[in-house]
């Protein structure tokens, strides 16, 4: 039985305390004040071919903090971001306006190392994708890609970040068996591992949870929690309550007028909940729309 | 798009090989009309048609009766391999059990893949002295043809099977509903549905009708006559390039060609129009 | 008698005719042509033209032309694949006229075949009839099927493992070469087998190419007899040849069906595979 399930009747109730959850190395810092941003975005549009699905959104990423992305199916939060780790260069038809800022750097610029971006800002899909490899191999593969090729170092980094997700008690006796097998939960977290082994800046999340049961759910919320203040974290969740319980900021997207995503709302995750200044924010975080 | 140097090096190799894969073709065409071109020179086409015989000794190139027998073969293979390979297509699906559907399907695959020289070996060895019980001198037309039913059947049945399997299940549910019988269904709503994927497959099956060479060079007889009747020996055109290529030099090893472009374009038109037809937008 | 009736009557009819008929043809070359087949047969060299001995010479020709033919056709045929399934989009013109081409090429009648491969291997290459014209006269034949099902079968492979792999900063040709490759393996090797079948079953397009010479190849350069070739020969131009034949075309068949079951059991294992992978 896992040390990382939670006991069925422990409320979760996290937002009141900032305590680190000292399971693992793993250990949230603590929630950020005065951050600067990461990553600034400004007036982003996208287009799928004709039909645009984002319009003109702005905001920053603050550095070592959770950021949810919340609003309904459809608002363009996804494509929000896959525009962060350059994931839309991969989509035919795909046009993007815009600037976004990573570290200072002109984040769409044509001549970027796309590669090395994307060492530095990882994705986690909604749905894990472990690769059909062995649990070692799957955290190896992109490690050897990026050039790291001792076998002492790789094995160290490897038990470092199965570590830190929580992973290395259930699996360190079969890391050579197919990562398949294991349940979605644990892929997940394989998943989240296997981007930590690169060392990334921000953490990007794609709902994350919503593929799993709710004890995986809890366990990985619980992971993702952990990664405050040493990573930067941007979520895209359509569970308010899970926003409110690990988010420090939040982003609230609407569809407008039934053609593009726009960013309607976007603050400290306090405020938003309890005192959103737009009233749509209030309608859909109280649940009267959406 | 975001390619690494390794990915583009990759990418220069890949379109190499494609475009080799893609010359091919054109390749087969340039040397098709090269080696023709010697009898091209001097002998207008409509002579092919118009000599008094198919002695290229004597420089004549009448290649009708081939022409005939390919077609008479053809349209004969067709007329009997379309309604069996469309009936074993049905049986699988609507009328046998599961289990005797299955051996079946897996019966018409295995014969599927029975090569030419397989099938013309046993129509030399056994059908055609059948036939010439009946009527010598038994290879004949009539036992190309039958021949070439056999070995074109299997793919009528393959074709004719997944056009039906492609009918959406709703369709039939929806007529079974309405109390039709089990041949009312198939021929009302079946069918017609599955109707441009069966009508492909049997043209799929004509083009490899056209284009087979050994089956019917084994039992055909190969002597070069116009056909008049089911029990005469025939030579095609695929089996008159068989036969004479061991020996041909000059002019008449380029109308030899000639007649292979001839063959290569039937084909691919017949083949072409059945892609056409299987590509068509469903119409509901 | 209703329509519903007579329709069921008559299909049964062909269906048992269609089976009956072929049962016969398989049944005929079994009885005749198993008594004859034994180890020697499949060793010895024939003799008299083939009417005695075996047909050890032939299967060592005929596994001569396979090689070259699938050494020269399946990685032209997996670059291609990979080219149209993994590099470039389905409307461009590179890609459409790649696939024409290959569309026509699969549907050259295999004469023809013979007829290029003799102006073009033999004569233009001066190869002469040989196992490697043989062979590459085979290869320009079942490039397409090999390229078809490689291409269906990387296309099979999960878009997700392409994704993951850009997300995690690793080239295409790394996603390709330790992701996509390995998961699309069966299938590539289902096809490869498919292609195999096709070779196997080739009479008209080695007839002028590979040559008639029925003795042990020295060389590739050296001219041999396939096995359909020496069935067809045995048949049509050697008196008394029929029992040799019979035998020859038993071993084709059982030939033929142990590389079908290979095919048919790997493509059953990928998808397998790429089911359970949810």
Redesign the interface.
């Known amino acids: 039985m896992s040390l990382f399930i939670k006991p069925k009747n422990e409320p979760v109730d996290k937002t009141l305390t900032a305590e680190a959850y000292t399971l693992g190395p793993l250990q949230a810092g603590p929630p950020c004040c005065n951050p600067e941003p990461l990553i600034r975005v400004d007036n982003l549009s996208l287009h799928y071919g004709k039909k645009p699905a984002l319009e003109n959104v702005s905001l920053d990423i603050y550095k070592g903090c959770i950021t949810a992305l919340i609003g309904p199916s459809g608002c363009g939060k996804t494509s929000f971001l896959s525009v962060l780790n350059r994931m839309t260069d991969m989509i035919p038809d795909c046009r993007v306006s815009g600037n976004v800022h990573f570290d200072s750097k002109d984040l769409r610029h044509p001549a970027l190392d796309v590669q090395r971006l994307r060492r530095d800002i990882g994705m986690i899909f909604q749905k894990p994708v472990p690769f059909p490899l062995s649990i070692r191999r799957n955290i190896e593969l992109p490690l050897r890609e990026h050039g790291m090729s001792k076998q002492a170092e790789l094995n160290d980094v490897v038990q470092h970040v199965l570590l830190d997700v929580g992973l290395w008690d259930e699996v360190k006796d079969r890391l050579e068996s197919s990562a398949l097998a294991l349940s979605g939960g644990q892929q997940q977290r394989l998943c989240i591992a296997r981007a930590l082994a690169l060392q990334p800046k921000v953490l990007l999340m794609d709902e994350p949870c919503s593929a799993l049961d709710p004890i995986s759910s809890g366990v990985v919320e619980d992971l993702i929690q952990r990664l405050r203040g040493k990573y930067t974290v941007v979520i895209v969740t359509h569970n308010l309550a899970q926003a409110r319980r690990i988010a420090n900021y939040a982003g609230f997207f609407w569809i407008k007028d039934q053609r593009a995503g726009c960013l309607i709302e976007f603050g400290q995750c306090k405020q938003i909940f309890e005192a959103p200044a737009h009233e749509l924010t209030a309608a859909y975080v109280n649940g009267s729309r959406g | ?4 140097r ?2 583009r090096q ?2 220069t ?3 190499g ?12 065409l340039l ?2 009309v ?2 023709s071109w010697p009898v091209l020179q001097h002998v207008a086409l409509t002579r092919f048609v118009s000599d008094a015989s198919w002695h290229p000794v004597d420089g004549l190139y009448k290649l009708t009766p081939m022409l005939s027998a390919t077609l008479y073969s053809t349209l004969g293979a067709v007329f009997l391999a379309a ?2 390979g469309i ?2 297509a ?3 699906r609507y ?2 059990p599961p289990f005797l559907a299955g051996c ?1 399907r897996r ?5 599927a ?10 129509g ?3 059908l055609a002295p059948l036939i010439g019980r009946l009527h010598p001198p038994g290879v004949s037309l009539l036992a190309g043809i039958l021949v070439l039913t ?1 070995m074109i ?1 299997p793919t009528v049945a393959l074709t004719a099977d997944a056009a039906l399997a492609a009918v959406p299940i709703a369709y039939l549910r929806g007529a079974a509903a309405l109390g039709l ?4 269904l ?2 009302g709503v079946a069918l017609p549905a599955a109707r441009s994927g069966i009508i492909a497959g049997i043209m799929l099956a004509a ?1 490899r009708a ?5 089956a019917v ?2 039992v055909a007889g190969n002597v070069v006559q116009q056909p008049l009747g089911l029990f005469d020996s025939v030579r095609t055109l ?1 089996s008159n ?2 036969l004479e ?2 020996y041909a030099t000059g002019e008449h090893r380029a109308a ?2 000639v007649s ?1 472009v001839a ?2 374009s039937t ?2 038109v017949v ?2 129009t059945a ?1 056409l037809l299987s590509r068509e937008p469903h119409h509901d | 008698m209703t329509k519903n009736t007579l329709a069921t009557g008559l299909i049964w009819l062909a269906a048992i005719l269609v089976s009956g008929v072929f049962f016969w043809l398989l049944s005929d070359i079994l009885i005749h042509g198993l008594p004859h087949l034994s180890w020697s047969f499949l060793v010895e060299a024939p003799r008299n033209a083939g009417r005695s001995g075996g047909i050890g010479s032939i299967i060592v020709s005929t596994v001569l032309i396979l090689a070259v033919a699938m050494v020269t056709a399946a990685p032209l045929s997996l670059a291609t694949a990979v080219l149209l399934s993994e590099f470039t989009r389905y409307d461009s013109v590179f890609g459409r006229l790649v696939r024409s081409s290959l569309d026509v090429l699969a549907g050259v009648p295999s004469i023809v075949f013979g007829l290029f491969g003799n102006a073009f291997f033999c004569i233009y290459l001066d190869l002469g009839f040989s196992i490697l014209s043989g062979g590459l006269t085979l290869a320009c034949m079942v490039l397409p099927i090999l390229i078809r099902t490689a291409e269906e079968g990387l296309q099979a492979t999960p878009n997700d493992y392409r994704l993951a792999a850009a997300a995690l900063g690793m080239s295409r040709s790394a996603a390709l070469v330790h992701l996509l490759l390995t998961t699309a393996t069966p299938a590539l090797v289902a096809g490869l087998m498919l292609g195999i079948g096709r070779a196997v079953a080739e009479t008209a397009a080695l007839i002028f190419t590979s040559g008639y010479v029925d003795r042990m190849p020295d060389s590739l350069f050296d001219s041999g007899r396939a096995l359909s070739v020496h069935i067809y020969d045995l048949s049509m131009n050697v008196a008394g040849g029929d029992t040799n034949a019979y035998s020859s075309a038993l071993v084709l068949i059982i030939l033929l069906l142990i590389i079908n079951s290979i095919a048919m059991n790997l493509a059953k294992q990928w998808l397998h595979r790429s089911v359970v992978t949810v």
Do not use: N, Q
């Not at chain 2, 056209?210 to 050994?214: L, S």
């Open positions: 798009m975001s390619l690494s390794a990915d990759l990418i190799l890949l379109r090989c494609a475009l080799l894969a893609a010359v091919i073709v054109l390749l087969i040397f098709l090269k080696e309604p069996l009936a074993s049905l049986f699988s009328y046998a079946y019966l018409i695959e295995l014969l893949g029975i090569p030419s020289v397989v099938y013309g070996f046993w030399l060895i056994t056999l059947l019988s089990r041949w009312g198939i021929s083009g056209i284009g087979e060479t050994m060079l084994m695929t390039i068989a290529m061991a030899l060609f292979g063959l290569m084909v691919l083949v072409g892609e």
